[in-house]
C-alpha cells in the first residue's frame, strides 16, 4: 500500500514536471523548428508555404531578416506589392541594409506608378542618408563607444606629461563627444520613425484619390498597389490624407493602404 501511494506521488511530480517543460520549452523549439521550416521551404521553392510561416513567425516578433526574407518570398511568387510591403518594412528596421534597399529597388521596379520625387536640397538628401546609415541598436552602440573614448582622451587631456599626447586627448575628446551627440541625435530620429510610422503602401490595383475624405469627393488622380506613399493626416475615421514622393496630395481609404 506505501509502495503504491510513493509510486502515485511520483507519477504526479512526474506530471507536473513535463507539463512545465512543454509550456516553457516548446514555444522555443516550435519557433526554432518553424523558421528551419520556412528556410527549408524557400529553398525548395514552396515559397506560399514559406511566406505563411515567415508571418506567423513576424506575429511574435518583428525581425529585418524576417521581413526580408518574407520580402523574397512574395517576390518569388510575383506578388510585389506585397514584397514592397515587406522590404519596406524590412529596411525601416534596419536601414544601412545594402541587401534589403538593392531588393526593394528592384521590386519598385516592377510596380505601375514611376514616382519622380520632388527635388531636395542636397544637405538634406545627405542627412537624411546619414541618419539612415544605421539602425537604433547600432547608433546606440555607437554612442556608448564614442562616451568611452571621450573620456579616455580626457583623461589623457588632464594626466598627460606630453603637449602632443594633451593636445591628441583635447581634439580628439572633443571629436568623439561630437559623435556621441550626433550619434543620439540619429538614434532618436530612427526610434521616432519606428515608433510613428507615416508610411504606407498603395495594396489595390487601382486606387483614387481624392480631393476630401468622402466617397464623393472629386477624384484627382490614380495610384496603383506597391506605391509608396506618406500619411499627413490620420485624423479622419476611415481615411488618410497622403502625399506621393513627387509632391501630389490627396485624400485615400483606409482600407485601401497598409501602414509599414
Known amino acids: ?20 517543460y512543454l509550456f516553457t520549452f516548446l514555444p522555443f523549439m516550435a519557433v ?8 527549408s521551404a524557400y529553398q525548395q521553392e514552396h515559397y506560399q508555404q514559406a511566406a505563411q510561416i515567415y508571418e506567423q513567425l513576424l506575429k511574435r516578433g518583428e525581425s529585418a531578416d524576417l521581413y526580408y526574407n518574407l520580402g523574397n518570398a512574395y517576390y518569388r511568387m510575383d506578388d510585389i506589392t506585397h514584397a514592397v510591403l515587406a522590404y519596406e518594412r524590412a529596411l525601416l528596421l534596419s536601414p544601412g541594409d545594402a541587401d534589403v534597399r538593392f531588393n526593394l529597388q528592384m521590386a519598385r521596379s516592377k510596380t505601375v506608378d514611376k514616382i519622380v ?15 539612415r546609415l544605421m539602425s537604433v541598436d547600432a547608433w546606440g552602440r555607437t554612442a556608448i563607444v564614442s562616451l568611452l573614448c571621450t573620456m579616455l582622451l580626457v583623461l589623457v587631456y588632464l594626466f598627460a606629461q606630453r603637449i602632443w599626447l594633451r593636445k591628441v586627448g583635447f581634439f580628439g575628446g572633443l571629436l568623439f563627444f561630437v559623435v556621441f551627440l550626433a550619434a543620439n541625435v540619429f538614434g532618436f530620429q530612427q526610434q521616432h520613425s519606428l515608433l510613428h510610422r507615416t508610411g504606407a503602401i498603395i495594396m489595390h490595383s487601382a486606387v483614387p484619390v481624392k480631393s476630401t475624405p468622402s466617397a464623393n469627393g472629386t477624384d484627382l488622380f490614380i495610384l496603383h498597389e506597391g506605391t509608396r506613399v506618406n500619411i499627413i493626416d490620420d485624423t479622419m475615421r476611415g481615411w488618410r490624407e497622403i ?4 509632391g501630389k496630395s490627396g485624400w485615400v481609404e483606409l482600407k485601401e493602404i497598409e501602414v509599414i
Open 1 to 20: 500500500m506505501t509502495n503504491k501511494f510513493y509510486y502515485n506521488k511520483v507519477s504526479g511530480w512526474v506530471k507536473v514536471f513535463l507539463l512545465f
Open 243 to 246: 502625399r506621393v514622393a513627387d
Open 117 to 131: 520625387p520632388e527635388s531636395e536640397m542636397f544637405f538634406v538628401t545627405w542627412y537624411r542618408s546619414l541618419v
Open 32 to 39: 526554432a523548428v518553424t523558421k528551419a521550416q520556412a528556410d
